[in-house]
């Protein structure tokens, strides 16, 4: 049996030139992807995913073909180049060589959306032109192999046993399982029984049996066990067996195994291609069956048909159903088309564009499922490196719907955010939800004054820094609870996330927020009372729905940044763990549409810094 050997290979860094988005000099996308894993490369709208799924798909077999209208800024005279580093070694696309392929086998999967259009004779003189949205085909595995059968008689089988060959079983209900089973290395190894020393230990076998007498179940219980011990012992007898899952007895097995190398050494050319039309067959059916459990259209006919020797999935239009069926119909389809491309002791790349963001919950799990589907039947077979990346917008801090479990999900981001609370917002936000409020009249005093002051809008600025520092909490700062200090670091910290730094505080942006959306609505009332009334109130939801009860419109935006604030000062401190109860929901500001709404409430402008007067 061929010992391969082992293959460990890390992507470590991808390099992109003229294409889409991506200009010169080359743009470098520091990444490390992990084999037969879920990588998650994270990145927000705009940065480039779409140019990195398209220059995956632009490898060819010998080069890099970019058309024009995916050429940086469209200029034909622009060199494309694509260069992937895998443990150090750095391999090369471009539009006349292509040493990736021989490699790494790419493939990308994207929106299969484009637009028809189609023209119609207007009387003698005009041309209309109609367009409407229509779904790409797929082609699912290229040319479909041809239809081959394996003449299997199980008479001539027995003549040519001898004398006693009405012992061996008849096969023909069994040999398409039997077949479906078997792969490259078993060929190989059924092509070892052609060598002299194999010949005689069948013929051994052979011989012994047919010297036999009696009836079929006599034979069978006289057989002697120490003849298949010989071929029980041969290291290409036991691969087939291997492949094959054969656990009966010695005999049983030694029946299956001397049929196949029989019905092989007759015809292995069409042995061969029966194997290879046997694995279509199936394909097709599974493909198929998982098209149809996904299938909640009306249109019943979407189905993997042969098509000009081709194996094609037609869509109909995309009006015709809705985005979310087109979306897991497709994407299962493109699955499975790149399921069957796995070989064995191979490298793979399988680069996924934002599919997951757009799909609800439901499609969301059955597109995991086809996915770990993948990485299960690629652990299956001999040394094969599967990279799945899924490229999304969405911070998978928040998003739910991933039910991969941590050792099989893996999460890049291409655009480094580092959204990390200070221990002092932590320890200060803890330290009221932590006030005995209930029990403490001075706890309740002291919780007020920072909710109402600290915690929400107020024209008044706290102070309360003697009642904090009297009870010594650690990491706690007395200094926030008095005058305008608190506010200065919530601006400071409101600037850096929007001014996209690398690093800010999520928690003191969250109360920032809060802040400026209550400020924002109290200056919109008609007069002091109505604001003082706005004060009183204690929860921002019911603040605001007191001010639009007075006639001040307020942007659906402000609830929405509400599910973010609202949650961010209740921040408690485990004491068992030792350790903070995170709110995610504070993670939800790395997204663009968040953030395009919180630049919009404060009136920020790039290259200006907001002042502390959005705040008090």
Request: proline letters at 3%.
């Amino acid at each position: 049996m061929t010992k391969w050997k082992t293959i460990e290979l890390m992507i470590e860094q991808i390099r992109i030139q003229n294409i889409k988005g991506f200009g010169e000099p080359q743009i470098e996308i520091p990444c490390t992807i992990y084999p037969n894993k879920i990588n998650l490369l994270v990145a927000p709208n705009g940065w480039g995913k779409s140019s990195l799924t398209t220059a995956i798909d632009c490898i060819k077999r010998n080069k890099l073909d970019v058309p024009k209208e995916f050429k940086h800024q469209q200029d034909e005279n622009k060199s494309s180049i694509l260069e992937i580093t895998i443990d150090g070694r750095t391999y090369r696309a471009d539009s006349g060589s292509n040493s990736i392929s021989s490699t790494i086998g790419c493939y990308a999967i994207h929106c299969d959306i484009y637009v028809k259009t189609t023209s119609r004779n207007v009387g003698n003189r005009y041309q209309v032109a109609a367009g409407h949205l229509a779904v790409t085909s797929i082609d699912v595995m290229g040319k479909v192999p041809p239809r081959a059968e394996i003449n299997y008689g199980y008479n001539e089988v027995k003549r040519k046993f001898g004398g006693n060959g009405k012992i061996l079983t008849n096969l023909d209900d069994r040999l398409d399982i039997i077949l479906s089973k078997i792969d490259d290395e078993c060929i190989n190894a059924l092509n070892r029984f052609t060598a002299k020393k194999r010949v005689a230990l069948i013929e051994e076998v052979v011989h012994t049996i047919n010297s036999l007498g009696g009836t079929k179940d006599h034979i069978l219980q006289n057989i002697p066990a120490e003849i298949l011990d010989n071929l029980n012992t041969d290291e290409y007898f036991i691969a087939i067996c291997q492949k094959l899952n054969l656990d009966g007895t010695k005999f049983e097995t030694f029946d299956i195994v001397y049929q196949l190398i029989q019905v092989y050494q007759a015809d292995s050319a069409n042995f061969k291609k029966t194997i290879q039309y046997i694995s279509y067959k199936q394909f097709l059916n599974r493909l198929n069956t998982n098209i149809g459990m996904v299938n909640s259209t009306w249109k019943t006919d979407i189905r993997a048909k042969e098509k000009d020797e081709k194996l094609i999935v037609e869509f109909p239009r995309a009006d015709v159903i809705s985005n979310g069926q087109r979306d897991i119909l497709t994407f299962t389809t493109r699955l499975q088309a790149f399921k069957s491309q796995l070989k064995d002791n191979k490298q793979y790349l399988l680069v996924i564009d934002e599919v997951f963001d757009y799909l609800d919950d439901a499609n969301i799990l059955a597109a995991q499922y086809h996915l770990k589907d993948i990485l299960n039947y690629a652990a299956t077979l001999s040394n094969t490196k599967v990279y799945i990346c899924l490229l999304t917008h969405i911070d998978p801090k928040y998003f739910r719907s991933y039910v991969f479990g941590k050792n099989g999900l893996k999460v890049c981001y291409l655009k480094q955010v580092d959204a990390i609370a200070s221990e002092n917002i932590k320890a200060f936000i803890s330290f009221r939800e932590g006030l005995d409020k209930d029990n403490n009249e001075d706890d309740k005093n002291l919780y007020d004054e920072l909710s109402s002051k600290c915690f929400h809008y107020h024209p008044t600025l706290p102070n309360c820094r003697i009642d904090i520092a009297s009870r010594r909490k650690q990491n706690v700062l007395e200094t926030w609870g008095e005058a305008d200090n608190l506010l200065k670091y919530l601006l400071c910290e409101l600037n850096n996330y929007l001014q996209e730094k690398v690093q800010y505080d999520p928690y003191a942006v969250a109360l920032a927020i809060r802040i400026g959306v209550e400020k924002k609505v109290h200056d919109e009332l008609n007069n002091l009372e109505e604001q003082s009334e706005f004060i009183r109130i204690h929860k921002t939801n019911d603040k605001m729905d007191y001010a639009q009860s007075k006639g001040v419109i307020i942007p659906d935006a402000l609830y929405v940044l509400s599910l973010i604030h609202n949650q961010s000062d209740h921040l408690k401190y485990d004491t068992i763990r030792n350790q903070y109860i995170e709110k995610p929901v504070v993670y939800k500001l790395n997204h663009p549409i968040v953030k395009h709404i919180v630049a919009t409430l404060f009136g920020y402008k790039e290259g200006e810094e907001i002042g502390l007067d959005k705040l008090h």
